[in-house]
């Protein structure tokens, strides 16, 4: 029967077929789900299928030719159906992007699989090698997703993504609950669909450019102009960001604020078609962003830790190791580079700390007040 599922798909093209199987999977308590998309080109993915598991059969619907979604969307957000998905970052913008909304309730087996001790970020082939020892083909992970019709070995490929999620789900639950530790999956893959709901702060984007610390507040004022313009350009003409300006450019318009084109086309990685075409707006951008009163300008950004907080950071680390090790977990699970950063510089001037948002939760009993009281006692 399962070999049936997985050789004999059932390939879902029409809007009457697709409702009539909403109304069978309405009934299941749980269901797997994948996608397959194109994002080479475009700032947006392009969804060219999705995969739907039920555990009676392997589904696939095709996004090129059915338009209306109406059933499928109440599915995805039906309360009393959970949907489980692997690694589920960009499947989440797959979703939105196309249907509006998300699936909700979610699990993530990524972060399942985590918090069991498989290692971080584990690969969906890894795991199925790992939990059910069964090698899986990674053949068709860049091919023509788009292409219609597809090759038996995309259909097969697509088939593996959902075939054996379900099982995997069910073991690693089954030893969370028995660990106690359920409750921490719920909260973690809450945490993850509600922070994607968050809405997007464009003009906060110069914030994630690296090495933007390095600059003046009067810099900033440029570097934000730019991001900012160039975000809503790529949303706009649905072109990669780094296909309008890449940031290593935007972080040298901002530090030598070219008044003219040659100026600015003398700039790393400019090209002259960018010169062309946005070259007048962003001289335009730099003159608006010159413009700026004193007190109208971007803060200056923190600097890196400085290394006077490199024997503290190590102590940190080692606890989080040690304490992951004794729950058999990824360290990185537990707390990462930018969670120690946000500790540490919560105390820099008072020497009292506070626990970021993102050791918050369930990490707050686990690591979270050891980690304060290491550095109460370290200021102390």
Known sequence: MFSQQIDHPVYIETNQALAAYCEQWSKAKVLALDTEFIRTNTFYPIAALIQVSDGNGCFLIDPLVIDDFAAFKQLMINPQITKVLHACNEDLEVFDRLLGVLPTPLIDTQIAAGMNGLGFNLGYQAMTKGLLQIELAKGETRSNWLQ????????????????????????????????????????????????????????????????????????????????????????????????????????????????????????????????????????????????????????????????????????????????????????????????????????????????????????????????LAILTKQSG
Not at 155 to 182: F, G, P, T
Not at 280 to 305: R, Y
Request: net charge positive.
């Open 148 to 371: 219609r019709p597809l090759t038996h070995s995309q259909i097969h490929y697509a088939v593996l993504d959902v075939a054996y999620l379900l099982k995997m789900y069910r073991l690693l639950c089954d030893s969370l609950a028995a660990n106690n530790r359920m409750p921490w999956l719920v909260e973690e893959c809450d945490k993850l669909v509600n922070n994607y709901k968050i809405p997007d702060a464009i003009a906060l984007h110069y914030l994630k450019v690296k090495s933007a610390w390095k600059l003046s507040p009067s810099q900033l004022a440029v570097l934000q102009q730019v991001i900012e313009w160039r975000e809503h350009i790529a949303r706009e003409r649905d072109q990669p960001r780094g296909r309008i300006i890449k940031d290593k450019s935007c972080l040298e318009i901002a530090r030598l604020q070219p008044d003219n084109l040659r100026a600015l086309s003398d700039i790393n990685d400019i090209t002259p078609k960018t010169v062309r075409k946005d070259g007048e707006t962003l001289l335009t951008l730099i003159k608006q962003a010159q413009a700026l009163d004193s007190a109208e300008l971007p803060a200056a950004l923190p600097k890196p830790l400085p290394p006077a907080n490199g024997s503290l950071l190590k102590r940190l680390k080692a606890y989080v190791a040690k304490r992951a090790e004794q729950l058999n977990m990824a360290p990185e699970l537990l707390a990462r580079k930018k969670d120690y950063e946000s500790l540490l510089r919560s105390g820099f001037d008072s020497g009292h700390y506070s626990l970021p948002d993102t050791l918050s939760g369930w990490r707050k009993p686990v690591i979270g007040d050891d980690l």
